[in-house]
T-cell receptor, first 114, second 109 residues
Framework: NAGVTQTPKFRVLKTGQSMTLLCAQDMNHEYMYWYRQDPGMGLRLIHYSVGEGTTAKGEVPDGYNVSRLKKQNFLLGLESAAPSQTSVYFC?????????????FGEGSRLTVL | GQNIDQPTEMTATEGAIVQINCTYQTSGFNGLFWYQQHAGEAPTFLSYNVLDGLEEKGRFSSFLSRSKGYSYLLLKELQMKDSASYLCVFMDSNYQLIWGAGTKLIIKP
């Protein structure tokens, strides 16, 4: 059972380039999330989805777009990368928010924007 | 606003006990979580408290006082593998998660 899988694990971009991070989960979870983690700060929610075909903005959505065309996949796009987007990105999934709300995380994607 | 405070770093000795405190300020509350994150890895779930009191799970216990906006994670019989960051997270009235910056725990032999 793979759980939550993110690709790619590492990426280096030049300012202005675009890219997509892919997240896949095989636990049939309804909720999926994209977070970024920066040194000295808590995880910050970028976008999330409460089901197939739905997405919503989190705390820091600017510069990112997402899509949830299939229940098991949640894509995070950077249209025009900026150095401020250098970070570690984590995808997570959960059954919902009215149970214990436990999140299951992918291994993370380290993005560097030069 | 909503805020979480936890110490940035703590040091403890192998075999000892350590308590990591967390305080939060929020206008609503739907639960408090603790996650463990080893360096370079993803966070993993440790505990969930929604009612006041102590929840024990093996060597780890988590305590919650909603009236005081306070929680702690207690780790007993520390092992070297417990060296990690411990993230305090609360769920607000809108079921949104608010993450603390984490406490880096260093275990010394």
């Amino acid at each position: 059972n793979a759980g939550v899988t993110q690709t790619p694990k590492f990426r280096v971009l030049k300012t202005g380039q675009s890219m997509t991070l892919l997240c896949a989960q095989d636990m049939n979870h309804e909720y999926m999330y994209w977070y970024r983690q920066d040194p000295g700060m808590g995880l910050r929610l970028i976008h999330y989805s409460v089901g197939e075909g739905t997405t919503a903005k989190g705390e820091v959505p600017d510069g990112y777009n997402v899509s949830r065309l299939k229940k098991q996949n949640f894509l995070l796009g950077l249209e025009s990368a900026a150095p401020s987007q250098t970070s570690v990105y984590f995808c997570a999934s959960s059954l919902g928010t009215t149970d214990t709300g436990e999140l299951f995380f992918g291994e993370g994607s380290r993005l560097t924007v030069l | 606003g909503q805020n979480i405070d936890q110490p940035t770093e703590m040091t403890a000795t192998e075999g000892a006990i350590v308590q990591i405190n967390c305080t939060y300020q929020t206008s609503g509350f739907n639960g408090l979580f603790w996650y463990q994150q080893h360096a370079g890895e993803a966070p993993t779930f440790l505990s969930y408290n929604v009612l006041d009191g102590l929840e024990e799970k093996g060597r780890f216990s988590s305590f919650l006082s909603r009236s005081k906006g306070y929680s702690y994670l207690l780790l007993k019989e520390l092992q070297m593998k417990d060296s990690a960051s411990y993230l305090c997270v609360f769920m607000d009235s809108n079921y949104q998660l608010i993450w603390g910056a984490g406490t880096k725990l260093i275990i010394k032999p």
